[in-house]
C-alpha cells in the first residue's frame, strides 16, 4: 500500500523507482525461484547489510520511525538468515554455493 504522497510528483516517481530497484535487488515474491547460489549469497547481502545498519534504508526510517530494527530484531533476522545459509550448506554440494570467480 503506498502513501498518499505517492500521487504527488515528482515524489511518486521516485518512489516508485526506489520500489523497483529493491525488487529488482531482492524479491521475496521471487525468492524460491532463484539458483541456490543467488538465495545464498542474497541471504549473506541480508546478513551484510544489517551488521553495517545499511536496512531499512535511513530515507524510509526517517517517514516510517516504525520500521527501525531493534538490535534484538536484527539478531533474529541475522539468524533467520545463517541457519538458512547452513540448511544449504547441509543439502547443497560446496562449489554450488561458492561465488563464481572473476575472470581477469
Request: net charge neutral.
Amino acid at each position: 500500500h503506498y502513501p498518499w504522497y505517492a500521487e504527488v510528483q515528482p515524489v511518486g516517481w521516485w518512489l516508485a523507482n526506489h520500489v523497483s530497484d529493491g525488487r529488482e535487488e531482492l524479491n521475496f515474491d521471487e525468492f524460491g525461484t532463484y539458483s541456490p547460489r543467488r538465495r545464498f549469497w542474497k541471504l549473506n547481502g541480508i546478513i551484510k547489510q544489517l551488521d553495517e545498519d545499511e536496512m531499512p534504508l535511513s530515507s524510509y526510517t526517517l517517514i516510517h520511525r516504525d520500521a527501525i530494527l531493534t538490535p534484538e530484531t536484527k539478531t533474529l533476522i541475522v539468524n533467520w538468515a545463517k541457519a538458512m545459509q547452513d540448511t544449504m550448506k547441509n543439502h547443497y554440494p560446496a562449489d554450488s554455493l561458492s561465488k563464481p570467480q572473476r575472470k581477469k
